[in-house]
């Protein structure tokens, strides 16, 4: 099969980087034929704030990312196009191309960009959904994307136009939701039912089983205001016992949460910053559990199946997908985000608990192997192509399957 991968990476490196190399490694590994198509937000250094503005055009319509596609689709003659990110320099204008070819698309979401113009379904300390409720407009009031006003406006307008045209539910054969509960909100956004199907993301490589030491507790990630820093230290402080806490990855409030922690005198928490992914990957099979206390809808973190692989249970918020990726009890605990006394009690009965623990471990590992080797990504990843290549996927629409 010969597939044409999409991806548009932003300024800062992030997760659907990754999984847009993985995913076409695996491809490759597999025997199949990948071409790549990228651009990045990078192209927007330097350019003058005449030439941003020009820009916001693009954002709908890429002339040149639409040029571009074309010709890769009339000389390569790709089977299908698996987009991740169009966002901003190539557009949505490029599903246009593919219909004209008669060639089947389908698009990863990665995020909740459709549906909200931050993409996060994240404001003021909590989770916002007025765009979706409401309209575009209350994601413009707020400046939700970049806390700006004006770009926000001008991803709410790419929506617009995009909804008016028909291009998510006529241009576009097929999605891909990381979860179930991200599925559902897209059906609830008004995305077709009938074409979205869940695949996670892939875990490249085995980690390989915990050894079972377990001398702390681990938090993995971006620390930034939607990860639920502050909840994680208020636990800590809450602590009746001592559990050594570290804190693995940088961001805006590592300043702030390193005060805080000094200030409150958990000396029992050591802040890492950033380390390689082999480092992490160590770290976290190191540990006796990792805490996930995130305040908003996570797409797919892979933490938890990075976690899950290396068999250290998971405490996540139950919140959206975190939820749904942890089977509370088995795999790890469940405990309301934004609650430090809640995840306070969760994590004093893990750490006291021992055996308990070990058995979850077991599950978590149990659960990588049935659900994210890349073995199993990969017939599902040929599971949804198929589905993709095949008059059910690509044919008059609306259509049920």
């Known amino acids: 099969m010969k597939i044409l991968l999409v991806h548009n990476s932003y300024q800062q490196p992030g997760g659907e980087d990754v999984v847009f190399e993985q995913e076409g490694q695996l491809l490759e590994r597999y025997g199949h034929e990948v071409i790549r198509y990228r651009r990045s937000n990078r192209e927007l250094e330097g350019l003058s704030g005449l030439q941003r503005l020009v820009l916001v055009k693009n954002i709908i319509s890429a002339a040149d990312s639409k040029s571009d596609i074309d010709k890769i689709l009339r000389?390569?003659?790709?089977?299908?196009?698996?987009?991740?990110?169009?966002?901003?320099?190539?557009?949505?204008?490029?599903?246009?191309?593919?219909?004209?070819?008669?060639?089947?698309?389908?698009?990863?979401?990665?995020?909740?960009?459709?549906?909200?113009?931050?993409?996060?379904?994240?404001?003021?300390?909590?989770?916002?959904?007025?765009?979706?409720?409401?309209?575009?407009?209350?994601?413009?009031?707020?400046?939700?994307?970049?806390?700006?006003?004006?770009?926000?406006?001008?991803?709410?307008?790419?929506l617009t136009v995009h909804r008016a045209r028909g291009t998510w539910t006529k241009s576009v054969d097929g999605y891909i939701a990381l979860t179930e509960f991200s599925r559902q909100k897209f059906i609830e956004g008004g995305l077709p039912a009938s074409r979205i199907h869940v695949k996670p993301n892939i875990v490249a490589s085995d980690p390989g089983k915990s050894n079972g030491r377990g001398g702390y507790a681990v938090f993995v990630g971006r620390l930034s205001p939607e990860k639920g820093l502050s909840t994680l230290l208020a636990a800590w402080k809450l602590l009746s016992v001592s559990v050594p806490l570290m804190i693995v990855g940088d961001g805006p409030l590592r300043q702030r949460l390193e005060a805080e922690a000094e200030r409150n005198g958990l000396w029992n928490v050591t802040f890492r910053g950033h380390v390689s992914n082999p480092d992490t990957r160590e770290a976290i099979k190191q540990a006796a559990f990792l805490i996930l206390p995130s305040l908003w809808y996570e797409g797919f973190p892979m933490v938890i199946a990075e976690s899950l692989a290396c068999g250290t249970p998971v405490l996540a918020s139950r919140l959206g997908s975190t939820g749904e990726l942890i089977d509370d009890g088995r795999t790890g605990l469940h405990f309301t985000a934004g609650d430090a006394s809640d995840l306070a009690r969760k994590v004093e009965w893990a750490w006291s608990h021992s055996s308990e623990l070990a058995e979850m471990g077991h599950a978590a590992r149990g659960e990588y192997e049935t659900l994210y080797t890349p073995e199993k990504n990969y017939l599902r990843l040929m599971d949804i192509y198929e589905w993709l290549l095949s008059d059910c996927g690509h044919s008059a629409k609306p259509i049920a399957c």
């Open 75 to 158: 000389v390569q003659k790709p089977d299908l196009v698996h987009v991740h990110n169009t966002f901003m320099m190539i557009s949505p204008s490029i599903y246009e191309v593919c219909q004209k070819a008669e060639i089947p698309v389908v698009q990863t979401l990665h995020n909740y960009r459709l549906l909200c113009p931050g993409t996060t379904h994240y404001r003021d300390g909590q989770v916002c959904e007025e765009c979706t409720e409401h309209s575009l407009m209350r994601g413009v009031w707020h400046g939700c994307y970049r806390d700006s006003q004006a770009i926000t406006a001008a991803v709410a307008l790419m």
